[in-house]
C-alpha cells in the first residue's frame, strides 16, 4: 500500500514554492529544510520497491497480450493514430489506472464480439477490430508513463527494457496463437475467445495491484496541488514544439517505424524471390505464395528484438555514467551503422544469400537497440505532466510518417522500376531490392536527428526535472501567478 505523510503545518504566506531544485531524487524548497510543505503542495507519495516491481509485471503482461491481441489478427492502424492524442489528454489530466482499466475493457471485449461475427456482416468484424486499435492505442501512450512514475535513471532504464521485450515476443506469440489454435480446432475465430480470459486476469491484476501515482513521483516532483491550473492541450503541444529534444528524437523513432514497417510487410517476399533467383525455390506467380520465409524472418525478429533491446539498455544504462548524452548517442551509433548492413543484406541477396541473411539479422538487432532507449530519453525530457501527450504524439508521427506508408511507398518505387523493364523474375527481384535501398537511406538521417538530439538533451533533461514545472508559457505563468517564488528557464 501507498504511504502518505501528513501533519499540522503553519500557513507559510504568500511566497509560494521556495528554493532552487537540488537534483534528482532529493525534497525541494521547504522539504528540504525541514519545514512543512506550503499548502499548495501535496504529501510526498511513496511505493514499497517491491511493489513497484510486481507493478512492472503486471504492466509487462498487460503488454504482451497487447500485442498478442494485435497479432492474431492486426487491426486497423488507422483507429490507434486517431485514439492516441485522445489517451494522451486523458492520460495527462485524469486517473491512468481508469482509462488503462476501459481500453483492456474495450479492446477484450471488441475481440470478443468480433468472434462471433459472420462472414455476412464483415463490416461489422472490421469495426470491432478497429476498437480493438483504439483500446490497444490507451495502453501504448500510458503505460510508459506510469513506469515513469515509479522508477528513475538505471532502474527506470531497465525497466522500460524488460517492458519492450514483450512487444516482439507478444508479436510473435499472438502470431503463433492465431496459427496454432486454427489448425486444432479448425476455426481460427477460438484464438480471439481465448484472448479475453487472459485479458480478464490483467484487468484484475490492474485493479487490485496497480496504484495511480502523482505525476512525477519518482523525481520527487509530484503534482501541483488542485489550486493551480492546468495547461491545455494546446499550450502542451507547443511546450512539445519547442523542446528539440522530443522533437528530434521522434523524427528518429519516425525513420526507425519507416525501415521497420517496410521490412516486416516487404522482407519475407524479397527473401523469397531471392530464394528463387539461387534456384533454391520454386518461382511464384500469383499471390499467396506459400513459403518458410515468412516465419524464418518473424523468428529473426523476435530473437534479434529480444536481444537488441537488453543490449541497447545496458549500453545505456553502462555509459550514462561517463557521458550524460549516452542515450541519443547509442540510438545514433545504432541506426548508423543499421545503414550499411541492411545495405549489404540487399547487395548480397543476389550472389551471397547466406552472408544477407546474416547482414539482416545485424540490422534487425541494431535497429531493436533503441526501443527502450528512445523511450527513456522521452521520460527524462518532458515535464511529468505533459508524458501521455508527447508518447501520443510520438506514435501518431511515427505511424503516420513511418510504418502506415513505408510499405506502400517501397511497394510503388518497386513497380516504377519494374514498368521501365524487361518482364522477367530476376528484373521483378532486383526492383523490389532497389526499392529497399530508400530504407538505408531514411534509417541513416534517423541516427542524424539522434545525433541533434543529443545537442540538445542536457538543457531540456534540465528544464523538465524542475520542481513543479508545468507546460504554461510564460505569458499564461503571470497571468495565473505562477512565477511569484519560483524560478524558471527558458
Known sequence: MAEEMSAECPDPGPGG??????????????????????????????LARWRAYVVTVVLCYINLLNYMNWFVIAVFIGCLLVSAPVFGYLGDRYSRKATLSFGILLWSGAGLSSSFITLQYSWLFFLARGAVGIGTASYSTIAPTLLGDLFVQDQRTRVLAIFYIF????????????????????????????????????????????????RGA???????????????????????????????????????????????????????????????????????????????FGALTIVTGIIGVILGAEAARRYKKVNPRAEPLICAFSLLATAPCLYLALILAPTALLASYVFLALGELLLSCNWAVV??????????????????????MGHILGDAGSPYLTGLISSTLRARRSDSYLQRFLSLQQS?????????????????TALHLERDQAQAWQPGTGTLDGKNKERHGLLSGTSTST
Open 167 to 214: 512487444i516482439p515476443v507478444g508479436s510473435g506469440l499472438g502470431y503463433v496463437l492465431g496459427s496454432a489454435v486454427a489448425k486444432l480446432t479448425g476455426n481460427w475465430r477460438w484464438a480471439l475467445r481465448i484472448m479475453p480470459c487472459l485479458e480478464a486476469v490483467a484487468l484484475i491484476l490492474l485493479i487490485l495491484l496497480v496504484p495511480d501515482p502523482p
Open 218 to 296: 519518482a523525481e520527487k516532483q509530484e503534482e501541483i496541488a488542485v489550486g493551480n491550473p492546468r495547461s491545455s492541450w494546446c499550450e502542451d503541444v507547443r511546450y512539445l514544439g519547442r523542446n528539440w529534444s522530443f522533437v528530434w528524437s521522434t523524427l528518429g523513432v519516425t525513420a526507425m517505424a519507416f525501415v521497420t514497417g517496410a521490412l516486416g510487410f516487404w522482407a519475407p517476399k524479397f527473401l523469397f524471390e531471392a530464394r528463387v533467383v539461387h534456384g533454391l525455390q520454386l518461382p511464384c506467380f500469383q499471390e499467396p505464395c506459400s513459403s518458410e520465409d515468412s516465419l524464418i
Open 17 to 46: 514554492l521556495q528554493g532552487q531544485s537540488p537534483g534528482p531524487g532529493r525534497h525541494y524548497g521547504a522539504l528540504a529544510s525541514g519545514q512543512c510543505p506550503p499548502p499548495s503542495m501535496p504529501a510526498q507519495w511513496s
Open 436 to 452: 529497399f535501398l530508400c530504407c538505408a537511406f531514411a534509417i541513416a538521417l534517423g541516427g542524424g536527428c539522434f545525433l541533434l
Open 375 to 396: 523511450a527513456d530519453i522521452l521520460l527524462s525530457v518532458v515535464v511529468p505532466r505533459c508524458r501521455g501527450t508527447a508518447e501520443a504524439l510520438q506514435i501518431t
